[in-house]
């Protein structure tokens, strides 16, 4: 599956996330470049945020970021090791 420019510009949104508090949301600026507030929309209309402008994860954007994350320390730890 490719990643397109927007599924990567969602992707880096949620490794933005700290999985190790619940509590812990971001904020995305109005001052923050267009394809991270059009991610975190689209983030919020998917059902993986609490708010249009970021807040926190659901319990399915948990899931997601916690797959995603995952994968991704994998990948890193692989590349490194080359």
């Known amino acids: 599956m490719p990643i397109s420019p927007i599924l990567n510009a969602e992707i880096r949104v949620l490794t933005l ?17 267009a394809d991270t507030l059009d991610a975190i929309k689209r983030l919020y209309e998917k059902g993986l945020v609490t708010q249009a402008d970021g807040g926190y994860l659901t319990d399915l954007g948990i899931h997601c970021a916690e ?10 730890t692989s590349a490194q090791d080359l």
């Open 17 to 33: 996330f700290n999985l190790d508090s619940a509590m812990e949301g971001i904020k995305v600026h109005q001052t923050a470049d």
């Open 67 to 76: 797959h995603l994350q995952t994968a991704l320390r994998i990948l890193i």
